[in-house]
């Protein structure tokens, strides 16, 4: 899956999720995406700019944690995803990935 597929899905499913209250990015090491829900709605962008809370990963480790393939506690363990900042927002992240 290319990145502007997985940048167009965040963004469908960021629109119906309830706002995350601070904001988020998602590192993938070339790529980020920002997720800004401080506001009345998750506001979906590229821009490379300080969130409350990083969490890198690689594309394929977030592809399987929006299908429900990868566990997140268990990637989070093993070092596939890093968390940098406010871990509670992190923990938000999975209400993006609801239908």
């Known amino acids: 899956m290319a990145f502007e597929q997985i940048l167009e899905g965040l963004k469908a499913s960021a629109a119906k ?57 268990m990637a989070f363990m093993s070092g596939k995803i890093k968390v940098k900042g406010d871990m509670s927002v992190a923990t938000k992240m999975q209400s993006l990935f609801k239908p």
Not at 37 to 51: A, F, H, P, R
């Open 17 to 73: 999720a309830s706002p995350l209250g601070k904001t988020l990015k998602l590192d993938f090491g070339d790529n980020k995406i920002v997720i800004d829900g401080s506001g009345d709605s998750n506001l979906v962008s590229t821009e490379d700019k300080e969130t409350d809370t990083t969490v890198s990963m690689d594309q394929e480790t977030f592809i399987g944690l929006a299908t429900g393939n990868v566990n997140p506690m």
